[in-house]
């Protein structure tokens, strides 16, 4: 019997055939194979910044029923809003009203403190959520100061900003009002609470009042 074209089995020549398998060819590796590329390297650390750097750090806590709730800052972030969901600068101004307000009226109680707290939701570290929670207070003080000054002046009553201190505080994730995990939550959360009280307290900053109030533009036809 003949064969063409192929070995036998047990033949000698099929059992000693050593043709590789595999990426490697009979010379060995392929020189012209592409290289592996390297893993990369880790990249330098990003530098730490504190949410609140360069603001005041004062360690105040305010207690009671808050007057105004600040509500929905945006997630990691501690500037005020004024958009179609949120006005943080309406609510301020009508704070700022009533402050001076309770000094105009001669029956009122004279609010003599604000104390602002900070906070934020359960997202993050602790000690990142004290610095946030506190920069948000820092912000509201910032523009509350300005409104204070602007209605003081529309009222003739510039005196009275010596008289009234602001204070910001936080309480970080510590205190939230919403105990759910939902967005919903979480966005009420992330607020400042404001506190009124109506005597003097050595807690708190005075607003600069060397800012002057904008001059108000004339009316048309150059009369003013």
């Excluded at 700022?96 to 906070?119: N, Q, Y």
């Excluded at 002046?153 to 900003?161: A, E, F, K, S, T």
Aim: aromatic share 8%.
């Amino acid at each position: 019997m003949s064969y063409y074209g192929s070995f036998h089995a047990t033949d000698i020549g099929r059992r000693d055939d050593r043709w590789p398998m595999g990426p490697v060819g009979p010379g060995g590796p392929n020189p012209n194979a592409p290289k592996p590329k390297p893993a990369p390297r880790p990249g330098p650390k990003k530098p730490y910044v504190r949410p609140d750097q360069g603001m005041p750090v004062e360690m105040v806590i305010c207690t009671g029923t808050p007057q105004y709730i600040l509500p929905r800052f945006e997630y990691n972030k501690w500037n005020l809003r004024d958009d179609l969901w949120e006005r943080h600068r309406c609510m301020i101004s009508c704070i700022a009203r009533d402050v001076v307000a309770s000094w105009s009226d001669t029956k009122a109680r004279k609010i003599h403190h604000i104390c602002l707290m900070g906070h934020a939701d359960f997202h993050g570290p602790g000690d990142y959520n004290l610095q946030l929670g506190r920069a948000r207070a820092n912000s509201v003080r910032t523009q509350l100061c300005k409104e204070l000054f602007y209605h003081a002046n529309c009222h003739h009553r510039p005196d009275i900003l010596p008289n009234i201190t602001i204070a910001a505080g936080t309480a970080g994730d510590t205190t939230p009002r919403d105990p759910g995990r939902s967005d919903e939550a979480r966005a009420r959360n992330r607020r400042v609470e404001v506190f009124f009280v109506y005597q003097p307290t050595p807690d708190g900053r005075k607003c600069v009042t060397a800012t002057p109030i904008p001059t108000r533009p004339p009316p048309r036809g150059g009369v003013v």
